[in-house]
DNA sequence: TGCCGGCATTGACGCAGATCAATAAAAACG
DNA sequence: CGTTTTTATTGATCTGCGTCAATGCCGGCA
């Protein structure tokens, strides 16, 4: 295979928007390429309008830089818009451990309305941006707009929801199953964006991989080493090729997302 | 120690109220002992009418029972009244993998919002009774309770929350801090709801805290008579009786549930 | 453009926990 | 009650993956 069938998809602003193009970042929800993905589905144009009033759109954040931290009192829940975002805790000893990678349109805080803290902290893995949802305004409005409602309480139903499967695959399934089903779950989630889910770049690095999935950084490295020995993918460094995303899978088990029995 | 300093605490209805008391099990939120746990937080009495309108009481559940299976069309909500039950999927091979325990106050079916249908199946543990809410219901009547819609959207919070708590749990701990995390926050909730959080009977078999844990069931076996023998707990079949409660959890690290360091 | 620091890969080895197997102790049931 | 079935415990063995260690590679920066 030639080097170009790697495409790099760099999800930074998708499909002709640009960060500041016209007013300075602020797309407005009714223009923004992710709509039916995010808050705004199901909503006509005079209710986004009130969503709008709600949101800040801030500068991009640079890799590494910090959405917020563990403790921090809950403001706002962030809607990823471009880039990607990985929230994690840290043990008492310092190492942290991942729960979750973000891509554009998800969102993030969700586990902080509980409490009013935000449970875990969360970091650009690259140059990404966020729409910041006040919470407060959150709340009112979907006691407003049922339509608003609902799709937040289906976001936050859907994180249970993944969340519950990835407890099934960190529980159930040996090392290999578990990066076949991150693999396959982010190829999938890249291609409801608009992107090939065949080819994608892996934001995140093999220690961030290692410790989502529960797995030591050399058998990351190593099972995909194994992978592609297989015929199942291509890789190198970030770039991920998906030969047979059935027979990858087929290895994920059930546990890609959800229901749909692989067969 | 003596046989009975093992309590055994029922948890099958609490506090006075009996199933069919009164009005056939119909007990009202405004008279559950269990309002301060459950949907009913913060809610005045003319809206927990409203909200005894869309709940229908049904009758107990054996163990060994369905609440609702897999795949099932969404039509409730359930909160446990009394007694315990378990959700799990079935992977391919017919295999189950547990991925709750629910006591009373807790909500069950809030992973079925996002699709409409039932991601897992849900079996009651022991004797168990239930509050069906209608989720149409649910969703109009939050709409027009601002307290009802901020006490579903904390619980949805609270489960992402403990989710994903538990999969730094299966994805970093090593067995027996996996088995200590288990223990603690049962025994946290079992002390929120009024009992003693030193001394409880387990309803879940040891095939099924394996299942949850991500554990063969030699190993729960195992490590239940080590931390015996290690002077942490007492335990003979399901009765467990914790006797260093503050060892335990730091066996459990950061993980029991949330936020609070261990000391 | 070349050096440096972090990230990735590969190999060798050991151990926690899975698996297999047998027994014991409770429930379930007629 | 005695019989059967299920559930729990304990022991022996085997293996997947973690750990340690060394090397290679890319990207950043002067």
Redesign the pocket.
Known sequence: MTADSFAVHSMTVSRGERYGAACGGNVACQDCSLHQLCLPVGLDSEDLERLDRIIRRRRPLRRGEYLFRAGDPLRAVYAVRSGSIKTYTCSSEGDEHVTGFHLPGELIGLGAIATGVYPRSARALETSSVCEVAYEGLEDLSMKIRGLQRQLLRLMSREIHHDETMMVLLGGM???GRLAALLSNIAARVGERGFSPHAFRLSM???DIGSYL?????????L??RLQAEGLLN????QVMIRDPDRLRRLAGVCVDGLPPPR
Chains 1, 2 share one sequence.
């Open positions: 040996a090392a290999e690095s093999r220690n529960g797995l030591a950084v050399e058998t990351v490295s190593r995909f080493t890789v190198q460094r970030k």
